[in-house]
């Protein structure tokens, strides 16, 4: 069975940095676009962050300049490095892989991200 596993959520003040990684497992990680989504109470699940299988990035406006993501491929894990963190950030982050010729599109468990102002 596929399993994303998310770490790194927690909470930080104002202005501070999170580091959200996701590991997968019994999945060909490199031929998975991974990404990072979030959804905050009383929202819909919105699109932070995808990396493709080779490397391309696309970020919503809401983090460009401040959110990155990467993969590394030899450790089957995505990683969400999240600086000048607002309040507006305040959400369950979730881990995404999909495969769009093998249909396949496997969520994590999320990981909460609360930010203090």
């Known amino acids: 069975q596929v399993q994303l596993v998310e770490s790194g959520g927690g909470l930080v003040q104002y202005g501070g940095s999170l580091r959200l990684s996701c590991a997968a497992s019994?999945?060909?990680?490199?031929?998975?676009?991974m990404g990072w989504y979030r959804q905050a109470p009383g929202k819909q699940r919105e699109l932070v962050a995808t990396i493709t299988s080779g490397g391309n990035t696309n970020y919503a406006n809401s983090v460009k300049g401040r959110f990155t993501i990467s993969r590394d491929n030899t450790k089957n894990t995505v990683y969400l490095q999240m600086n000048s963190l607002q309040p507006e950030d305040t959400a369950v982050y979730y881990c995404?892989?999909?495969?769009?010729?093998?249909?396949?599109?496997?969520w994590g468990q999320g990981t909460q991200v609360t930010v203090s102002s």
């Open positions: 019994r999945i060909i990680f490199s031929i998975y676009n």
């Open positions: 995404n892989a999909g495969n769009f010729r093998l249909s396949h599109d496997y």
